[in-house]
């Protein structure tokens, strides 16, 4: 089978990052760390593993991120991957074959992945966190029958959707009820981390909440704030036109441009009646402002603008990752401002029930009629995965949000 590989070469790399600061078209060249390669069909590391045949794999910001190398060799997180990797968590598939030990899941059921690579997977009595069903805190990833990865697509025993067939446990195959369309299915990894982070820390009753970024993730969360809190009232900041038209057409109540930075704080205050405070120099502060702050970029500059823009004792829900920079963050202790890491998902509680997050998401599909496959710009045969990635590093020009891998009847 064909099957997109990331390995590790430090020639390459060096190659690539020179090449890169060119053309950003290096990235996915002859010299790049990701190609297309011919491998064969994988193995069941235990019998009570399947074989999925991939229908459709999205492209996460993390996938993007490591093609475009964008990262630091003292991310804590290398402790935690293996080589060589076929990327790609955000799985929809159709189970091939099954293990002699596999008793939940058939041949023939399309599933979603979850794809942490938790204690079950690995062989492993449960943790703590594996028994909470919060397996995205697994004390785990670099133990047990697998090698180090803490999902499918960054340990070399587990290849991720970026193939046409990849292996699974059965315990992280959900079933798609089958009502629930392949697109739409295709989207149950990303909402469960939005999910995650609004449940976590919803926002006040009749507050305002803001959105920070508009990608697949702030996207979905602007969706999920007006399905599960109608009463907040929803404000977005986006990067591009195409986003800022997806926000309105999601539910939120106003969209403002990501810069200049001025501009948007003077807009945010305007929004929420909340004064400007101007140092001697520099951004102003807003004496009131949001009550909860969802940011998916979580760069020096958002998490900069967000505590001045945070009312007094908000929160501020990081679900992006960026490179760490320096910022002035002197309003973090003065408005007594929370800043909260939300790492993927898991089993969630609400509305006095706990049901895993994609579970939770096919329930919100069938009876309360949510729908956000409008964020679904782009689909992709494996073949074009050059284009595919370029189209997620150029997002002002080609338009994109997120973007699908395709394979057969997917």
Known sequence: MQALVFDYSLPRLVATRLLGAASPRAYVGPTAPMRLRELPEPALPAGDWLLLRTRLC?????????????GALDNP?????????????????V??????????????????????????????????????????????FASGALAPGIHHGNSASAPGGFAPLLPAHESQCLPVPQAISDEAAALADPFSVSLHAVLRQP???????????????GLLAVAILRALHPDVRVLAVARFAHQAALARRLGAHAVFAHRPLRSLIEALGEATGAALQQPWRGLPMLNGGV????????????????????????????????????FEWTPLYFKEVAVIGSNAFGVEPFEGRELHAMEWYFE????????????VTHRFPLARWREAFLACRDQGRSGAVKVLFEFGEG
């Open 364 to 375: 919100l599909l069938r009876e309360r009629g949510f729908d956000a496959t409008a964020i």
């Open 291 to 326: 009550d909860a702050i969802y940011d998916s970029v979580a760069s020096a500059e958002t998490l900069e603008v967000g505590l001045r823009v945070a009312a007094p004792r908000a929160r501020i829900v990081l679900t992006g990752v960026a490179t760490p920079r320096r």
């Open 77 to 93: 997180m290398t402790a935690l991957v293996s080589f060589p990797q076929v990327l790609g968590h955000e799985v929809v598939g």
């Open 203 to 217: 926002p006040p009753a009749g507050s305002s909440a803001l959105v920070y970024g508009c990608g697949t993730l």
């Open 95 to 140: 189970v091939e074959r099954v293990g002699p030990e596999v008793r939940t899941r058939r041949v023939g059921e399309r599933v979603v992945l979850n794809p942490w690579l938790s204690c079950a997977p690995r062989g492993l009595p449960p943790c703590d966190f594996c028994r909470a069903g919060q397996y995205a805190q697994c004390r785990s």
């Open 58 to 70: 999205g492209i996460c910001g993390s996938d993007a991120k490591q093609v475009f190398l964008e």
